[in-house]
């Protein structure tokens, strides 16, 4: 097949690195295209200067290329349109409509969806002033859930028990974007955080296996909120029945949901989860696949990729063979540049990749970076993604950091404890 993949982060460069490994486990070559990739892409896939987030020309693309398959990564083209403009070309694309896709690009709109559905999630307010996000702040008591109501990154909401705090990020929401400004003040919601991603083609929903993110900057959940420091598949200490009940109680009824509204949805529906004292809860939806989860739920998945991403593409979901599972673990550490999350510096030199994917079960996947001269430096917040894999999660969490180790780029930093709670047994749902 001839793919296009839109995007150019550790995500994007994921699918492409399963796309690429079918040779080995199905003998089919694959013509693998990418825009605008990053240089790790460009090792497996041919890259294009196109805007990803310009639907006309991501369409004139595939177009040229004579696309079977377009898969659109990141959530800001498929909420500008992206898939819509390259369906319209009459080319199957992996990634929801634009209508679709408000199911992350507004929390307000998530919110109503999920009422409407019945689906668990948090009781919310929906605030266009401060003066209602104050009284929705004492309506819940502390600690505190603001987000901000449109795409900011996993990085549009505070949670904190300090009152001034929480209503300033509101205000500042509030003004950021104009007199358009919502902001959504939640309950809080107390539990371990799951990912669990549901492909869906409009009417059938296919879960791949959890995987749990680390949101915050440092080690033990210090810090500010990033769009993800690290993962770790499986959870072997998530309940038996949690991914037929998210099936059932959330997918399945906001797929049929969005099918009645005539705004089908089709691609990934990320699931966040709070597994809180009162019962599994949604905390967000989002429209494509998690950046940093899906480079170790990658890992883990046997079946071709390509085939699972076209049938999502063509409605060919409940006609797809099961999907097969490695039974090892696998953890991704995110490599961050100085001042992320708050101001990243960039152009600094990286050494150390070759020799961090040269050990056993390590791959090395880029985000924020670029070439300068001939050499690789850094160009991002995010820069890379080191995934290990081994027989359990304290083999992986070895191989991963190994590979970090090798790794050198200037005031970088990483978490030292992805999966080491999962891998001591000290995840527990309250
Ligand atoms: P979101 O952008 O909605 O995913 O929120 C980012 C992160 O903030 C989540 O992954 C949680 O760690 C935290 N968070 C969001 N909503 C809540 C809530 N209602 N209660 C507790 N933590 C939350
Ligand atoms: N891992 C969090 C996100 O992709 O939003």
Not at 74 to 86: F, I, K, S, T
Not at 330 to 335: D, L, Y
Not at 350 to 377: E, N, P, Q, R, S
Request: with cysteine.
């Amino acid at each position: 097949m001839k793919i296009l993949v839109v995007g150019n982060g550790a995500r994007e460069h994921a699918i492409v690195h399963s796309l690429a490994a079918e040779p080995v486990t199905v003998g089919v070559t694959h013509e693998l295209h990418a825009a605008p990739g990053n240089p790790g892409m460009g090792a497996q896939a041919r890259l294009h200067a196109v805007d990803p987030d310009d639907g006309g020309a991501v369409a004139t693309l595939a177009t040229s290329l004579g696309a079977d398959l377009v898969v659109v990564g990141p959530e800001a083209p498929l909420v500008a349109g992206v898939a819509d403009a390259v369906r319209d070309a009459g080319i199957p694309v992996f990634g929801p409509s634009a209508e679709a896709a408000r199911l992350e690009g507004s929390k307000a709109f998530a919110k109503e969806v999920m009422a409407t559905a019945n689906v668990p999630t948090a009781m919310a307010h929906v605030c266009t002033t401060l003066d209602e996000v104050a009284a929705a702040l004492d309506a819940f008591g502390p600690p505190f859930v603001v987000k901000d109501d449109g795409l900011a990154a996993g990085k549009g909401v505070v949670v904190t028990s300090d009152r001034d705090a929480a209503l300033e990020h509101a205000r500042a929401s509030l003004v950021a974007r104009g007199d358009a400004g919502t902001v959504v003040v939640e309950e809080y919601l107390d539990g371990p955080e799951v990912s669990l991603f549901c492909l869906c083609d409009g009417s059938t929903v296919v879960p791949l296996v959890p995987a749990q993110d680390f949101k915050r900057v440092g080690d033990d959940d210090a810090g500010p909120n990033t769009g993800g420091m690290g993962a770790y598949t499986p959870l072997d200490w998530a309940p038996a029945g949690l991914v037929g009940e998210v099936v059932d109680r959330i997918a399945q009824p906001t797929v049929d949901e969005m099918a009645r509204r005539g705004t089908p949805f089709s691609g990934v529906l990320y699931v966040g989860l709070a597994l809180t004292s009162r019962g599994t809860r949604v905390v967000e939806f989002n429209v494509r696949f998690g950046d940093p989860e899906i480079q170790a739920v990658l890992a883990r998945l046997r079946t071709p990729l390509s085939g699972v991403l076209l049938a999502a593409a063509q409605g060919g979901l409940a006609q797809l063979e099961p999907l097969t599972w490695t039974d090892d673990a696998v953890v991704n550490v995110v490599v961050a540049s100085q001042g992320y999350p708050e101001s990243p510096r960039k152009g600094d030199p990286i050494t150390g990749i070759d020799a961090a994917a040269a050990l056993d079960g390590v791959h090395v996947l880029h985000a924020g970076t670029a070439v300068d001269d001939g050499a690789l430096v850094s160009a991002g917040g995010r820069v890379l993604s080191v995934v290990g894999r081994g027989d359990d999660l304290a083999a992986a969490r070895a191989a991963s950091y190994a590979g970090v180790a090798l790794i050198d780029l200037p005031g970088s930093h990483h978490r030292t404890d992805i999966a080491l709670k999962a891998e001591r047994g000290e995840v527990a749902v309250p």
